[in-house]
């Protein structure tokens, strides 16, 4: 009688091994799709990373240069781009100005200019504070000095959209005016 009860259990108990073995491969497929998902979203914020860099070196190059042709001009309103001095955001291009610092600083002094070591400042804020230094500059050349102050550690990020300064970076030029 021992062995008619022990056939049923023994198909039971093949059948679960069927249903482990069948669950343990999705498993190690649902795995490898997440690993797969994890290297191509490496490589985006890689790429990111570089794009944000190159455009905050873009962006700078073009503000001094704007400045350097804009003081080179001798007709009154006639800058860097032609015809009234229209930058691409559309602001007025001004070499100098009541308010305004040198084309050719650094986004990040800008931001170092506005703030203060350890005080928490939101996102918002920074962006009215180096605009009133530089109009005209753009939300994403602040974001990738931003970016850049804190992968040298100068800048924390709080929390999102609000920074502090840890620290003044080394190449740091205090502002002139």
Known sequence: MRSATSEPMQALLARFQEIVEAEQDRLRVANLAVEEI??????????QRVAAARHGEAAATYA???????????????????????????????????GHTPPGRAVQHLIVDVMDIGQVI??????????????????????????????????????RSVYRLLKIPEDYKPKTT
């Open 64 to 98: 001094a240069v704007q400045g350097y042709v804009g003081g080179q001009s001798k007709e009154p309103g006639v800058g860097a781009l032609g015809e009234g001095g229209a930058s691409p955001s559309g602001s007025s291009s001004t070499a100098s100005g009541a």
């Open 38 to 47: 994890e290297t191509a979203l490496r490589r985006a914020r890689e790429a």
């Open 122 to 159: 939101p996102l918002a804020v920074i962006y009215d504070g180096v605009r009133r230094l530089r109009p005209g500059t753009t939300n994403s050349a602040i974001r990738s000095a931003l970016s850049i102050l804190h992968k040298t550690g100068a800048v924390e990020n709080v929390r």
